[in-house]
């Protein structure tokens, strides 16, 4: 029966050390051991998130780069583009102008020589009135030293007048 | 540098006590001639004793004195246990401050003032004294502070890791004891009572945990484990009645009214669990007083019984056996000294648990 009456004497001994225990412990040791606990805990998460915080970061900055690059070859296709049509449209200004210049010059020059050829026209005529003149003045000189003859030449050159 | 400085300590401490060792008398009877009573020698162990009985050299006891504290009518009267030498049946009368002492059965009379020896009934009660408040330091108090004292230094060494390191990386003795106190928060407080309220009652948690898992441990050690402490009674209701007065003083509203008007169930159904809830309020703390106690004085019985089959059978040849089974027990006991630790620290939170638990209709 002694076994489970509780002594009075052990029951007081134990309330007193186990407060004391309890006081001095909670100052001393739970407080700074848990407290060392939970900031390194804290400190483990913070490092983990600013890890993750990184990461995304740099994917994003990957991202930025990744956009960056792609409008870069978009605008460098765009002023391809730009200076092939440029070239395109200058070699096809280029060939209207000249196609107009020659049209030009080839006008001018046939215009030259529709003039010249006028004037060699006119000029010819001239020569041949004057060598036609020239010549029936001599005809004339010959024939008319026999009248026969000036009639016959008048004849044959009526004849050939009428040719022309 | 904890270490050894934890043995210093120790070691100055069992010196000290022993210088306290109180020289045998003459004992009127030769032990050898007592027939060997198996349930006196276990009972002598497992209960508290007013001195700290280490072994019997040729016949005489070697004992570690304590003090005796008796609270009498006539006030505080105080003196050391080796003034009975060791005599434990009500014949060594010790005279102090005018009034008359016998230890019989481990507890103190003080003999009635005109009484010169102590008279005894037929149930072997003492007719003709009275029983004083005995306060002394027994052999219990003296291992439960010797087990504070390991405590203290083991923990506060812990502390000062945290203080030294900057990074607060737990080294030597922290990365030791940091798991198990890890192990409190996150497999007993956290789960039991709650991420958001687990904090207030961690020390005592952990106190408690660790207070009974040392005294198991110092029970097991074979010179000393006389001192049982987390295996009387009045250690584990100290204990219980703590934890009881934690659930009662944080039980909230929700706690009370599941236990006088539970809600959800039909009126008569109330009526009829409020007396159980009531009763259940006192028999959680009561079982836990009863299973730590239980357990630990029960292991002890076990290896002490089987330590006594040798001298009942009086031959050698069962010891071989004996031991072997000790041996056995012994181990399981070691396991069950963490277990009965955890076991009630794991009660105690899930009781506060129960008691700040909101309501969740």
Do not use: C
């Amino acid at each position: 029966m002694d076994l489970i009456t509780p002594g009075l004497g052990l029951v007081f001994w134990t309330v007193i050390t186990f407060l004391f225990l309890l006081i001095i412990l909670k100052k001393f040791a739970w407080k700074p051991i848990l407290g060392a606990v939970s900031d390194r805990e804290e400190g483990i998460k913070k490092a983990l998130a600013s890890a993750e915080n990184a990461r995304k970061e740099m994917e994003n900055l990957h991202a930025d780069n990744e956009r960056i690059l792609k409008e870069a070859r978009a605008e460098r296709e765009a002023l391809l583009k730009e200076a092939r049509d440029i070239k395109v449209k200058m070699i096809d200004d280029a060939k209207d102008e000249a196609q107009a210049q020659a049209n030009k010059i080839i006008e001018q020059a046939q215009a030259a020589i529709e003039s010249e050829k006028k004037a060699a026209m006119a000029e010819l005529k001239n020569h041949v009135a004057g060598l036609s003149i020239e010549i029936a003045e001599k005809v004339v000189r010959a024939e008319l030293s026999n009248k026969d003859k000036q009639i016959q030449l008048v004849e044959s050159m009526l004849g050939e007048a009428k040719l022309n | 540098m904890t270490l050894s400085t934890f043995k210093n300590v120790f070691f100055s401490a069992v010196f000290i006590a022993t210088t306290f060792v109180g020289h045998a008398s003459e004992n009127p009877e030769n032990e050898n001639d007592k027939e060997f009573n198996a349930k006196e020698m276990i009972m002598h162990h497992v209960k508290d004793a007013h001195e700290f009985h280490v072994v019997d050299w040729n016949g005489k006891p070697i004992t570690i004195a304590l003090p005796i504290i008796l609270w009498t009518d006539q006030g505080l009267t105080t003196f050391m246990s080796s003034e009975f030498h060791h005599d434990d049946s009500g014949s060594h009368i010790v005279e102090k401050d005018g009034m008359k002492f016998v230890k019989f059965h481990e507890k103190i009379y003080q003999l009635d003032v005109d009484a010169q020896e102590v008279s005894f009934d037929a149930e072997h009660h003492p007719t003709n004294a009275s029983l004083p408040t005995d306060l002394s330091i027994t052999r219990n108090v003296f291992m439960m502070w010797i087990s504070v004292i390991t405590l203290l230094l083991v923990f506060i060494s812990t502390a000062r890791v945290y203080k030294k390191s900057n990074n607060k990386v737990p080294t030597g003795i922290a990365g030791f004891m940091e798991p198990l106190i890890v192990f409190v928060r996150d497999e007993i407080a956290k789960p039991m009572i709650g991420e958001h309220k687990y904090k207030k009652y961690m020390p005592y948690l952990l106190t408690v945990f660790f207070f009974i898992w040392i005294n198991n441990i110092f029970g097991l050690i074979p010179i000393i484990n006389g001192a049982n402490v987390s295996g009387n009674i009045a250690f584990t209701l100290t204990l219980a009645v703590f934890t009881f007065i934690i659930t009662t003083i944080s039980g909230n509203k929700n706690y009370w009214k599941h236990i006088f008007w539970m809600p959800g169930v039909p009126v008569p159904m109330k009526i009829f669990l409020m007396p159980i809830e009531i009763v259940g309020m006192f028999v959680k703390p009561i079982s836990l007083m009863i299973r730590l106690f239980a357990n630990i004085t029960a292991g002890h019985i076990i290896i002490l019984a089987l330590m006594s089959l040798i001298f009942i059978f009086e031959t050698i040849a069962v010891a071989p056996v004996s031991v072997a089974f000790a041996l056995f027990i012994g181990l399981i006991e070691i396991v069950v000294t963490a277990i009965q630790a955890y076991i009630f620290t794991v009660l105690s939170a899930l009781y506060i648990g129960m008691a700040t638990e909101e309501a969740h209709h």
